[in-house]
């Protein structure tokens, strides 16, 4: 079902259109993935899906009305937002008081989140002491404190260590399985791949790619194979003629490299490989074989890497 249905939005900043989406459906209980580079207007959909800012035309319906409550709302900003000579409790206690009047409840929760972000023995220290991570962790804490429905992470793990990025994908592994609404934006391809039920990749304002996680790498087949001739005068039927060997299909080709799926073990396709390309006279410049990921697919169906910055 669908908790969030965004609908012909619209937003410009002046004559700038910074956002132009057709249609994002974001499924009760999953994770949504936004990803895209920096300016790409991911900051600008979450405010306005969060109810900060709002757009010049276009529906947004969450569970069938215009409205939400804002209690039903958690939100994770891009920049933390704490006060730095508070320590963790006062700043999880001071946002979890703006929806929950009850002080003991207040408290209760906030103990519980300390334990969930891993910060215990910080807990009574200011958060001017704490690194970058544990802001970022304590900056999640406060999103959760009113056990919002839907959570709205804008790019949570930014400039963060190991340890800290691992502990934020742990709290997001436990709000996915206390079912939790999620959405999650970044730049990281690799995050939303692991994390991501489905995903929406954005760029200048307008979704580029979606779909179903699971399925985007399913079409690449079992693995990705890449493949550089030096013949350049075979090349018109190099597709062809690699596409006889069972379980192989042409997704691409870029400059020189082509790309194939195939769905059988390598040591397999290797072999009928070597001799095809012999029988047929093409020598082999170059011969590569990977796991299906994001960064393959996007390269392959938009013919370019995710634009950085
Ligand atoms: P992202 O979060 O994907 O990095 P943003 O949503 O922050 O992207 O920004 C999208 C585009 O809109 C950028 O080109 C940015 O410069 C512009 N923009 C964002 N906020 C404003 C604003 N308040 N006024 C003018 N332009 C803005
Ligand atoms: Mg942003």
Do not use: W
Not at 241 to 270: A, C, D, G, M
């Amino acid at each position: 079902m669908d908790f969030v249905k965004i609908d012909n939005l619209v937003k410009r900043y002046g004559d700038y259109e910074a956002l132009n989406i057709e249609n994002i459906s974001i499924k009760e209980g999953e994770m949504t993935g936004l990803l895209g580079p920096n300016g790409a207007g991911k900051s600008t959909l979450i405010n306005i899906l969060t109810g900060l800012d709002e757009q010049d035309s276009g529906s947004i319906f969450y569970n069938g009305e215009e409205k939400i409550p804002k209690e039903n709302i958690g939100y994770v900003p891009q920049d933390i937002a704490l006060y730095e000579e508070l320590n963790a409790v006062d700043n999880l206690a001071f946002f979890g008081s703006m929806y929950i009047n009850d002080r003991k409840k207040v408290k209760n929760k906030v103990k519980d989140i300390i334990t969930m972000v891993g910060l215990e023995s910080k807990a009574k220290k200011t958060v001017k002491t704490y690194s970058g991570g544990m802001k970022r962790r304590i900056n999640i804490g406060a999103a959760l404190v009113h056990d919002p429905q839907i959570l709205f992470f804008d790019e949570p793990t930014v400039g963060i260590d190991p340890q800290s990025r691992n502990y934020i994908y742990e709290i997001i592994n436990n709000l996915k399985d206390a079912g939790k609404t999620l959405v999650y934006t970044t730049h990281y391809m690799d995050e939303v791949e692991k994390l991501c039920d489905s995903i929406y990749i954005i760029d200048e304002g307008k979704v580029i790619l979606k779909g179903r996680t699971k399925e985007l790498l399913q079409s690449l087949g079992k693995s990705v194979l890449e493949l550089t001739v030096k013949n350049s005068s075979i090349n018109d039927e190099l597709v062809s003629i690699i596409e006889e060997i069972p379980e192989v299909k042409f997704l691409s080709v870029r400059q020189e490299t082509y790309y194939f799926s195939i769905n059988k073990s390598i040591e397999e396709i290797t072999k009928e490989l070597l001799d095809k390309t012999s029988k047929n006279n093409i020598t082999i410049d170059s011969l590569n074989y990977s796991s299906p990921n994001l960064d393959t697919l996007f390269l392959i169906l938009t013919g370019k890497e995710l634009r950085e910055g």
